[in-house]
């Protein structure tokens, strides 16, 4: 078997049933034993996160708002994913990998409550007087120092998986998307190419690497206050450009929502009878595609936010905790929806003119077309290309500092500058190369990564509902 194909399999060896049930199960069981909070506290969860956007919050040195640290974790959450990854996974699954989708996040929810939770008891101040935290350090300070090595194989991973699922595939994307806009208006980014290691790109791909390098860098070297200022601007933006226009496309399909929701339900449990024929979708690829896409776009249970919640000047661990509710909620529930909805509207009103090959493979390009049966090509082509290169930026942004932190807690603080500069180096080759074997590879360190941090959830599941009912049994707390 060739490298590629190594490299595949162990992706699909990662993302496999193990992973899935041990996701999912772990926000199940900790659902169960604090009593379902996602679902009991929601209004209160909203009005404490999203309802006190605008109440003035500060942040003191080394530290960011608990709004800040939100939109860094969502920055990384709200990425290509939810546009390309959505998409393949209705492809790959039926329009019933949407029910699964949702159902993940519902569980999702109460583990990244925990996760956040966990991340704020137990971080630390690093040498520059950062707040730091993660799955790195309540493995080190909640499980004990025996447990150490398992902190450091999750940084392992996580520096690893920066470079491709933040990096390379984020970057490379962006560049895809903004030739297909300038094609899409009569533009030709093949009429000037470069030849790098026998492929032949467009200098324009290099260019866009070069322009996104020095935007990480600024905002990278500017450290934690920077990176939550700029997402805190960026991520509401993008997020509202996207949702503005994908509900305008969905209005204009209004008439097809009863229909796709018929699809999406009638399909979680049979593809084909959804679909209206046999396409060979089988009902474990459906779960597995919905469960395997909820968990990769909202990273419930990965271990990578809580490394930017960690930042936050909110000193309750469960108040922080909340926002990973509404984290989860906004991701899953509300983008990965909106673009579902995009797509599968889209797909009732066109039908085969949308080209849909169910089983298949899908990505940005379907969802462009989607948007064009409203909008028409040059405007579907700029929208996706606006909203997929904003949140790849966002992802690029969160995961350098997540790659940081990795690093920085294996080697210290003082030459955590050489992972910055590599990171950066790394952009412009991202941008110009074909990708697929990257692309695997960063999927399966990014699975990887979950392993550690789920070892260390269930451990500390006592720590988490002890902590949790303290704070809603103490009605000065609540006030």
């Known amino acids: 078997m060739s490298i590629p194909g190594i490299i595949t399999a162990i992706d699909g060896w990662v993302w496999g049933p193990v992973l899935l049930v041990l996701l999912a199960g772990t926000g199940v069981y900790l659902s169960v034993r604090m009593g379902f909070p996602q679902f009991r506290k929601f209004g209160y969860a909203m009005k404490n996160t999203i309802g006190k956007v605008f109440s003035g919050q500060k942040a003191g040195k080394g530290e960011v708002t608990p709004f800040q640290a939100v939109t860094t974790a969502l920055a990384a959450t709200v990425g290509t994913g939810n546009i390309a990854g959505v998409t393949g996974a209705i492809v790959a699954g039926g329009p019933g990998a949407v029910f699964w989708m949702w159902l993940c996040a519902l569980f999702g929810m109460c583990t990244k409550y925990a996760e956040v939770l966990l991340a704020v008891k137990y971080r630390e101040r690093n040498d520059q007087g950062d707040w730091v935290g993660g799955p790195m350090y309540y493995i080190k300070n909640g499980l004990g120092k025996n447990w150490t090595w398992l902190g450091v194989l999750f940084c392992i991973f996580g520096a690893l998986a920066a470079f491709g699922i933040g990096n390379m595939t984020q970057i490379n994307s962006i560049a895809g998307s903004i030739n297909g806009m300038i094609d899409s208006f009569g533009g030709n980014t093949g009429a000037l190419t470069l030849t790098i290691a026998g492929q032949v790109v467009p200098v324009s791909s290099l260019v866009v690497g070069l322009i996104v390098m020095v935007i990480v860098g600024l905002v990278l070297f500017g450290g934690i206050k920077r990176i939550g200022s700029v997402t805190e601007k960026l991520v509401p933006v993008m997020a509202v450009i996207y949702i503005i226009f994908g509900l305008v496309v969905i209005f204009a399909n209004i008439k097809y929502i009863p229909a796709t929701f018929v699809m999406i339900f009638k399909g979680a449990f049979n593809a084909d009878a959804a679909l209206g024929g046999a396409f060979g979708i089988m009902i474990m690829t459906t779960i597995q595609k919905g469960v395997g896409r909820g968990v990769f776009s909202n990273e419930a249970g990965m271990g990578s936010a809580p490394m930017a919640h960690a930042a936050t000047s909110e000193t309750e661990p469960v108040k922080q905790g909340l926002y990973g509710i509404f984290e989860v909620f906004m991701d899953t529930i509300v983008i990965c929806t909106l673009t579902s909805l995009i797509v599968l509207t889209s797909y009732c009103r066109a039908g085969a003119e949308l080209g849909i090959e169910w089983g298949g ?111 809603f049994s103490d009605k000065h707390k609540l006030q």
């Open 361 to 471: 493979n899908g990505g940005a390009p379907l969802v462009q077309a989607a948007m064009s049966v409203v909008l028409g090509g040059k405007v579907g082509s700029t929208i996706i290309a606006v909203g997929l290169s904003l949140f790849a930026l966002s992802t690029i942004i969160s995961w350098s500092l997540y790659g940081t932190r990795c690093f920085e807690y294996m080697f210290g603080t003082k030459i955590s500058i050489i992972y910055k500069i590599l990171f950066l180096l790394v952009l412009p080759i991202g941008s110009m190369l074909e990708i697929g074997v990257v692309w695997d590879l960063a999927d399966a360190l990014n699975g990887m990564m979950a392993f550690p941090n789920l070892v260390a959830l269930l451990a500390l599941s006592g720590v988490i509902v002890k902590t949790t009912k303290e704070f």
